[in-house]
């Protein structure tokens, strides 16, 4: 059996801005905003968005590109061509990995059903009717794991 002939629909595809990294997944967990000022920063949006795969449902390829530890513990990806962010992995998140959602080619199907760190959200954002938590969102998108 070739390595990937699993069971997994493999129906989502997305890239970093130069192409050199892609991806291929299965339908995410969850899909969320988080208006932390870190993913403000690391992603330059003032409303980063993700999608939160499970570990086994996520391939890169050639590879995730340049892995950065910063700070201690967390995970980060980025092309090291263009500098796209291209995956996150956070210890208070196992066994999740945190795409970007404008990587994603179907990003216009997978709307956000959370907003995490809601409280540090910008007054200037519309506003939905969304589940909004004040602080991490961990345990919804924990709940979120299959
Ligand atoms: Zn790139
Ligand atoms: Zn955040």
Redesign the pocket.
Known sequence: MPPDADTHQTNITGRCYCGAFSLRASRPQVVTF???????RITGSPL?A?AAFNLGDIVFSPSAGQERTYPTGVHRWSCDQCGSLLAAQFPYLEGQTYVPLGLIDQAADLPPTLH??ADAAMPWLPKDDLPRSAG?GRNQLRRAKT
Do not use: A, E, G, T
């Not at 988080?34 to 403000?40: M, N, Q, V, Y």
């Open positions: 988080c208006h932390c000022i870190d993913c403000k980063p993700f995490c760190h991490s």
